[in-house]
């Protein structure tokens, strides 16, 4: 799986399964109404295509988050690094997964190695 395939699951928040099980986000429904599941406008801001945008380095991940994106506080920023390194892990079975930075839109930067995050 690719880290943008990953990053699109993870925002669309925890599956009735999964909600069934207490399992949350910190990041679910922000880039998209609860109810319509249409993206949410923030004025004086063009749509981006998505609330995240991934630039892959050689040896980093940066994730920049756009206002959709919504607040993000630390546990979102882990759990934006612990789903991209997850997606590297798929991508490229037994490659130690890159750093990770998240950026948010007003420029807070959170940075985190994957490797360090629970398995499962």
């Excluded at 004025?43 to 995240?52: D, I, K, Y």
């Excluded at 980093?60 to 997606?87: D, F, H, M, P, Y």
Aim: one cysteine or more; a positive charge.
């Amino acid at each position: 799986m690719d880290i943008d395939s990953a990053l699109r699951i993870l925002f669309q928040g925890p599956t009735a399964a999964e909600g069934a099980k207490k399992m949350t986000t910190q990041v679910a429904a922000a880039p998209a109404t609860a109810l319509t599941g249409q993206p949410v406008e923030v004025p004086g801001e063009p749509l981006p295509a998505a609330p995240v945008k991934v630039t892959v380095r050689q040896d980093r991940v940066t994730v920049e988050l756009s206002r959709r994106a919504g607040k993000a506080t630390r546990l979102a920023a882990w759990q934006i690094i612990c789903t991209t390194g997850a997606a590297q892990r798929l991508a490229t079975p037994g490659a130690q997964p890159a750093p990770v930075t998240v950026v948010t839109a007003d420029g807070r930067r959170y940075a985190g190695d994957p490797t360090r995050c629970p398995d499962g």
